[in-house]
């Protein structure tokens, strides 16, 4: 039996790539259950107006404009992450939630600085990843750390790829300032996020990076390493130059006593840009598992994953205005962001960059 649930008014600002958040996740599950769609903003007017009129939502073209609409609970902001802060506490001090995107922020600290003030106006900010909370594969692997007692982590893998000549178009992608070490801020993040949930508070960082097929002026392949203040290490592999392709779910967690696959190479996986409503595997090998079988699968759908919108945790978060008890602390935001602000000197030096002191924040 379907539940009737009042659900979130919402703005959506920026039409680029929400666009497809709209017509893939809010006008369909899991987010039309939660979301109703009430305008869209972009500064591209004749798009605004177009899709407007298509989906039946007031059409503005200011942020200002849309803000001044009390009948509007929650903006979904899609919109490139540099600057992003600035926009985020217009939207908090205007009394409204908000939902975005990864990359949070390219500044640290104007993200650490904005995350702090909308706890303390009890306003609600959640993104795709890292996860409002604590996600179903997240879940598991909390668990089998503890029942198969698999000790410290130690290394971590994430890679993902998949074949695409893009264009330059102007945009923030072609920016080595605003998008440095491209793969990785567009598809390594997710793996970046995932690894700092597990392996705490990064050190130091190293990049790869080349440009093979792109048409772009920013790199189509690169390598991101890090080392943890635990001396555990972790890397990702990215970018947009080969086939077969791995979806961005493709992580390897090794521990002293076991190692953990999500979306391991030798089992059936959906391609890179699969439908949310498909599939992923999550396998434990232990240690005393000579012949390296899993001794646990599990087959996760894509909307349980940690790079999913939790739309379900942001209604309750919104409509309630009780927290999570499993949360996502904003530290883990910030240090991915504390990553990604040393990216550009790592890429262009090629040399071991270690970070800034961290920014402790409410969590």
């Not at 949930?197 to 190293?206: C, D, L, N, T």
């Not at 392949?221 to 086939?243: E, V, Y």
């Not at 087959?299 to 919104?318: D, G, I, M």
């Amino acid at each position: 039996m379907e539940i009737k649930r009042e659900k979130v008014r919402a703005g959506l600002v920026g039409l680029n790539f929400g666009k497809l958040i709209i017509e893939e996740q809010i006008f369909n599950k899991p987010g039309s259950e939660f979301i109703e769609l009430t305008s869209i903003c972009d500064q591209d007017i004749e798009l605004c107006e177009h899709l407007a009129k298509q989906y039946g939502v007031t059409a503005y073209y200011d942020l200002d404009e849309l803000l001044e609409d009390d009948s509007i609970q929650a903006v979904i902001l899609i919109t490139g992450p540099s600057g992003r802060a600035d926009l985020i506490r217009k939207i908090i001090r205007s009394g409204k939630d908000v939902m975005t995107t990864k990359p949070f922020e390219i500044d640290p600290v104007a993200a650490a600085s904005v995350l702090e003030e909308a706890r303390s106006l009890n306003r609600i900010i959640y993104l795709n990843s890292p996860s409002a909370t604590n996600s179903r594969d997240f879940q598991i692997i909390n668990r089998w750390r503890e029942d198969y007692d698999l000790g410290m982590p130690v290394a971590g893998h994430h890679e993902c790829w998949y074949k695409s000549i893009e264009d330059a178009d102007g945009s923030w992608y072609d920016d080595p300032v605003r998008c440095p070490a491209a793969p990785i801020l567009r598809l390594g993040i997710y793996g970046l996020n995932d690894m700092l949930k597990v392996f705490g508070e990064p050190e130091s960082i190293q990049v790869m990076q080349t440009r093979l097929f792109t048409g772009r002026p920013t790199p189509d392949m690169a390598r991101l390493s890090i080392k943890f203040k635990s001396g555990a290490i972790a890397d990702t592999l990215d970018g947009w130059t080969i086939s077969p392709e791995r979806q961005s779910t493709s992580l390897t967690l090794y521990f002293e006593n076991g190692t953990i696959y999500r979306n391991p190479t030798m089992m059936p996986c959906d391609p890179v840009r699969a439908s949310i409503h498909d599939h992923t595997y999550l396998c434990l090998c232990t240690a005393d598992n000579d012949d390296g079988m899993p001794v646990e699968t599990i087959r996760l759908p894509n909307v349980e994953l940690s790079q999913a919108y939790q739309w379900n945790v942001f209604h309750q978060a919104v409509t309630t205005r009780i927290r999570p008890i499993d949360e996502t602390p904003d530290s883990v935001i910030v240090n991915s962001l504390r990553v990604i602000a040393s990216l550009k000197e790592a890429s262009e030096t090629g040399g071991t960059v270690y970070l800034d002191p961290p920014l402790f924040r409410a969590s």
